[in-house]
């Protein structure tokens, strides 16, 4: 019943900025945050960026001070602005979402994945 639909990956040069758009089918409360994931070739899946439904916020340390993840409640949808993009930010980028499934563990929701590629 949900449906992550990404989009505004692209290229751009180093030192450029870039915002993905990340728009769900619908408000759902069970889900308890969304984010930002990205893997690179060879690389694991890691997280990026994470808002949680309280409000909080998490960036990987490779991510702070450069993106910020947001949330619009009125368009369903979640941001990732990224600024002074390097190189090294090359990668396929997946929205997420979860739901908590008790017992402390979760089911996670993924978006089709956006390119995202920085030219040197």
């Known amino acids: 019943q949900v449906q992550l639909v990404e989009s505004g990956g692209g290229l751009v040069q180093a030192g450029g900025s870039l915002r993905l758009s990340c728009a769900t089918s619908?408000?759902?409360?069970?889900?308890?945050?969304m984010g930002w994931y990205r893997q690179a070739p060879g690389k694991q899946r890691e997280l990026v960026a994470q808002y949680i439904s309280n409000g909080r916020t998490n960036y990987a340390d490779s991510a702070k001070g450069r993106f910020t993840i947001s949330r619009d409640n009125a368009k369903n949808t979640v941001y990732l602005q990224m600024s002074s993009l390097k190189p090294e930010d090359t990668a396929v980028y997946y929205c997420n979402a979860y739901a908590e499934l008790g017992n402390g563990r979760r089911y996670d929701y993924w978006g089709q994945g956006t390119q995202v590629t920085v030219s040197p």
């Open positions: 619908r408000i759902i409360f069970s889900i308890a945050a």
